[in-house]
């Protein structure tokens, strides 16, 4: 018997979950075309962890779950692919990336987007998910090694959020590090990512569907599976 069929599964996150170099068939639809999944889909493209203006808020997406209180029995989500962009012409990630304990004792109905850090919004994320979802099983997606995010800055956050997880009892799928997808190859690009913005080559950042069926959904259903 199929321990994934049927189950029920709230995807939230950025471009990555929603699907958005693949036509928007995401993470959700795959579960549920690959393993008869139910999913409900809360992810937006272009999402960040830590609040920028103009830009869609994780925390929000989270506050939106909870007032619908739907009936889950995993919850998938990743976060920190646009939190690390950096702009050109500018030196700083979109977000700054924060200290630990930040999020500590800040409730997620009270925090205060005029200033906030990746870090801290992350670990209001995490210790939201088991307060109000105690019975779902979590799991966060780390993305590849993006071509188009700055080296050192995707592996700081990525290993920041991956920390906090650790803390929180949260799985993680981990592809940065269990899989071969690396977007600075040139090849791997353009095979494995979409062509969103119509440059004639992959994008380094949302996967195609060859992306999301040989290391993304490989490995995501495999963690649920341990779960």
Same mark, same amino acid.
């Given at each position: 018997?199929?321990k994934?069929?049927q189950?029920?599964v ?5 471009? =990555?979950m ?25 992810c ?6 830590g609040f920028q203006?103009g830009?869609s ?7 939106k779950?909870?007032d619908?209180?739907?009936?889950c ?7 920190f ?6 702009v ?9 990336l924060?200290?630990?304990?930040e999020?500590k ?7 205060n987007?005029a ?11 995490a ?20 071509g188009?995010?700055n080296?050192?800055?995707?592996k ?7 920390? =906090?997880?650790?803390?929180y ?10 899989t ?6 040139e090849?791997?690009?353009d ?7 119509g ?17 993304y959904m ?7 599976e341990?779960?």
């Amino acid at each position: 018997m199929d321990k994934l069929s049927q189950k029920k599964v709230v995807v939230f996150g950025d471009s =990555i979950m929603y699907g958005s170099g693949n036509g928007g068939k995401g993470v959700a639809e795959y579960l549920e075309e690959m393993r008869k999944m139910k999913c409900t889909k809360y992810c937006i493209g272009g999402a960040r962890v830590g609040f920028q203006a103009g830009k869609s808020w994780i925390i929000d997406q989270l506050k939106k779950i909870i007032d619908d209180a739907p009936d889950c029995d995993y919850m998938i989500f990743d976060g920190f692919t646009n939190d690390c962009n950096i702009v050109e012409g500018k030196i700083q990630c979109d977000v700054p990336l924060g200290e630990r304990g930040e999020g500590k004792d800040v409730d997620i109905y009270s925090v205060n987007s005029a200033k906030t850090t990746f870090t801290q919004c992350f670990e209001v994320v995490a210790k939201t998910l088991k307060k109000y979802f105690p019975k779902a099983k979590v799991l966060f997606v780390r993305p590849h090694k993006m071509g188009r995010r700055n080296a050192v800055c995707q592996k700081v956050y990525g290993d920041r959020a991956a920390e =906090i997880c650790k803390e929180y009892g949260i799985a993680v799928a981990d592809i940065y590090n269990k899989t071969a997808l690396d977007t600075f190859d040139e090849g791997m690009r353009d095979k494995y990512t979409g062509d969103t913005y119509g440059w004639g080559k992959g994008d380094c950042t949302h996967p195609s569907a060859l992306g999301y069926t040989t290391f993304y959904m490989p490995l995501i259903i495999s963690e649920l599976e341990k779960l």
